[in-house]
């Protein structure tokens, strides 16, 4: 965005609202820190793009050998890794991350679960209750926890009705999305391998 515009003879700045101010009328101290901002500023987008372009290049690199790896073996690559090098003091983990989503069978399910509980009444365990409770529990985006739900699933209930509910929820699962993860490691004064930190606010 144009930050000055001339009419005439008279050069304007152009604040936040757009009103438009002479040049003449902006003190000194206003036009030194708009440079400064705009210069840390400027610096940090060129760092930015040098970072993206950083992770777009170690993301072709990184799948193309673990492809040319597999392809020696006859297999195709799937899954994550660390890779190191031979002396083993550096190291790059590829992690993957999935989004888990629910699709409607989950509310059949939620339906099942509270038959369980109602037919129990006072007899139902109380910290199933809780955890029934925190594993429907959305979020500010109306999701439920993934991880959440994974633990409602591994809880030993003997009731087919419940069985029933859990098969439900397992069908309801679908992988919304997955999301690849680089870390660049190397070792310490210690021997520990460390984390080559890329991340500008964890510097």
């Keep these: 965005m144009d930050k000055t515009v001339k ?3 008279v050069v304007y700045w152009i604040d936040g609202e757009g009103t438009l101010t002479p040049e003449k009328y902006i003190d000194k101290s206003l036009k030194d820190r708009d440079q400064f901002v705009s210069s ?4 940090a987008r060129q760092m930015h793009a040098v970072l993206k372009n950083f992770k777009r290049e170690m993301e072709r690199n990184i799948a193309k050998f673990l492809e040319n790896s597999a392809q020696r073996e006859g297999e195709e690559w799937v899954g994550g890794t660390t890779l190191y090098n031979f002396s083993m003091d550096e190291s790059i983990t590829i992690k993957i991350a999935k989004k888990w989503t629910f699709d ?4 059949i399910a939620k339906q099942k679960i ?3 509980i109602q037919a129990r009444s006072e007899g139902s365990d109380d910290l199933i209750v809780a ?6 529990k959305v979020d500010y985006k109306g999701e439920v926890d993934a991880k959440q739900m994974l633990g409602l699933r591994q809880l030993k209930v003997n009731d087919p009705l419940w069985q029933e509910a859990m098969e439900l929820i397992a069908d309801s699962q679908k992988v919304q999305s997955t999301k690849t993860y680089f870390y660049f490691q190397e070792a310490g004064p210690d021997g520990k391998m460390v984390n080559i930190v890329l991340d500008f606010a964890a510097l």
Excluded: H, Y
């Design 7 to 9: 009419k005439g003879k």
């Design 40 to 43: 840390c500023v400027g610096k």
């Design 104 to 107: 409607e069978k989950l509310q």
């Design 114 to 116: 509270d038959r369980v």
């Design 131 to 136: 955890l029934v409770n925190r594993a429907f």
